[in-house]
């Protein structure tokens, strides 16, 4: 079946500093959809992004990814990071032959210092 | 447009209970979502409705957990009975079968069982 890998558990960084969080995935299928959740302490995990188009970049809310399928490959990426990113961030995968059910990764939690 | 709702917000719970979570999804929405939230085992998938069928029901908590759906707007979680392990935040998400699979959640039930 599908599966999403987020290798880092735990990135720490400081404030100004470019975020880079990590997810890989694997599907059998071609067309898939990939997602950004973001959760901030105490709250539900919101959509941040999505895409499903190869090598074009998705931006929202200062935060880019592109879907690579060469590579099987979107990474969340943020210029220069913000104490308010602090929060803990799932990718998830999705595709049409599996009814458009969310497969998540185990999610990364980003710490971002003053 | 509402989004997901849950109640409670809170319970607490003795071991050997029976608890009984409650959520309306988006309207509209078809698919139904119910997940157990922890930090060491992320987020966890226990019951997936598509138009009020039951389409997947996580092997692991079959025994105990017990999701229904009772019709298109409301959908419980029993726990029955309840044991300290289960303490964790459920979540409940709704999505659209003509999207690409994109889950609104709601604002989650923190179970404690003593």
């Known amino acids: 079946g599908d599966s999403v890998t987020q290798t880092e558990g735990l990135v720490t960084l400081t404030e100004g500093l470019p975020v880079m969080l990590n997810c890989t995935y694997q599907t059998i299928y071609s067309n898939p959809f990939l997602f950004w959740y973001v959760q901030h302490l105490n709250e539900s995990p919101r959509l941040l992004l999505k895409?499903?188009?190869?090598?074009k970049r998705t931006e929202h809310q200062g935060f880019h990814a592109t879907l690579h399928k060469s590579s099987s490959s979107f990474h969340l990426q943020k210029s220069s990071a913000q104490l308010s990113d602090s929060a803990l961030y799932y990718c998830a995968l999705s595709d049409r032959n599996m009814g458009y059910k969310l497969t998540f990764g185990t999610g990364t939690s980003l710490l971002v210092d003053p | 447009d509402a989004g997901v709702t849950q109640t409670p917000r809170h319970e607490v719970a003795e071991k050997g209970q029976t608890i009984i979570l409650k959520c309306e999804p988006v309207s509209g929405h078809n698919d139904l979502f119910w997940y157990r939230q922890t930090k060491i085992q992320g987020l966890e998938l226990l019951s997936y409705f598509r138009s009020k069928s039951l389409m997947e029901d996580g092997g692991a908590f079959k025994d105990r957990f017990k999701a229904e759906m009772l019709n298109s707007s409301f959908s419980t979680l029993k726990i029955q009975p309840t044991e300290p392990k289960d303490s964790a935040v459920y979540l409940c998400?709704?999505?659209?079968?003509?999207?690409?699979?994109?889950?609104?959640f709601g604002p989650g039930t923190r179970l404690t069982v003593l």
């Open positions: 895409s499903f188009t190869d090598n």
């Open positions: 998400a709704s999505s659209s079968t003509g999207g690409a699979g994109e889950q609104y």
